[in-house]
């Protein structure tokens, strides 16, 4: 059985940083893709981030390109996002999400597993 746990969130200013984690288990992690997705109060779970299965190609929304940055560590099977310039508009719950293959992919319905999320909130 597959699990995602994130951690790292918190309460930030704008402009701070905070780095989440998420540590995966139950099947081969350098096999498959990963993502970080986002959910803001009233509003549809978004696109954030994706890597490919070795690191090698990463994919980001044009609201956080250039300020976060997704990497993996496939001897931890831990994948990371770095959110710098953090902005009141990046208060979400964000959510890490395993692949259904090791190919770069955003859209929501090719990724099998989700964790349950970790609260990132940005005051201004």
């Known amino acids: 059985q597959v699990q995602l746990v994130e951690s790292g969130g918190g309460l930030v200013q704008a402009g701070g940083s905070l780095r989440l984690s998420c540590a995966a288990s139950?099947?081969?992690?350098?096999?498959?893709?990963m993502g970080w997705f986002r959910q803001a109060p009233g509003k549809e779970r978004e696109f954030v981030a994706a890597?490919?299965?070795?690191?090698?190609?990463?994919y980001y929304a044009n609201s956080v390109k250039g300020r976060f940055i997704i990497s993996r560590d496939n001897v931890k099977d831990t994948v990371y996002l770095q959110m710098n310039s953090l902005k009141p508009e990046d208060t979400a719950v964000y959510y890490c999400a395993q692949g259904a293959s090791g190919g770069l992919e955003y859209a929501q319905y090719r990724y099998d597993y989700w964790g349950q999320g970790t609260q990132v909130t940005v005051s201004s």
């Open positions: 890597i490919n299965w070795s690191g090698s190609s990463t």
């Open positions: 139950g099947r081969t992690f350098r096999s498959y893709a």
